[in-house]
């Protein structure tokens, strides 16, 4: 059993930055890929980002190419989304995902891929 918790979320001005951090329990964190997503009021679960195992491969959704960095520290059974020039279409409620498995090669891309999720982050960008 996995146990996923984010924090940093918050309140911030466009153009602003985060960085949100996910701690997981359990010895699986280390072989197994982690993904971002959100979820603005009336939609649905959107991709954000993944890292895999070894946090030598990463992807991102089109919407944030180029202003999040998706990253890992295995040694602390943790990974960060570092979120850069922040617009108020990034507000949503961030979750972290982790997909089961020894050292997938492919990226999951879709929240049906990952077994375990946090209970989310609140991020607020405000105009």
């Known amino acids: 059993q996995m146990e996923l918790e984010e924090s940093g979320g918050g309140l911030v001005q466009a153009g602003g930055s985060l960085r949100l951090s996910c701690a997981a329990s359990?010895?699986?964190?280390?072989?197994?890929?982690m993904g971002w997503f959100r979820q603005a009021p009336g939609k649905g679960r959107e991709f954000v980002a993944t890292i895999n195992w070894s946090g030598t491969k990463t992807d991102y959704a089109e919407s944030v190419k180029g202003r999040f960095t998706v990253s890992r520290d295995n040694d602390k059974n943790t990974v960060y989304l570092q979120m850069n020039r922040l617009t108020p279409e990034d507000t949503a409620v961030y979750y972290c995902?982790?997909?089961?498995?020894?050292?997938?090669?492919?990226?999951?891309?879709?929240?049906?891929?990952?077994?375990?999720w946090g209970q989310g982050t609140q991020v607020t960008v405000s105009s």
């Open positions: 995902a982790l997909d089961v498995g020894l050292r997938k090669v492919a990226l999951p891309m879709t929240p049906s891929q990952y077994d375990y």
């Open positions: 359990g010895r699986a964190f280390k072989t197994s890929a």
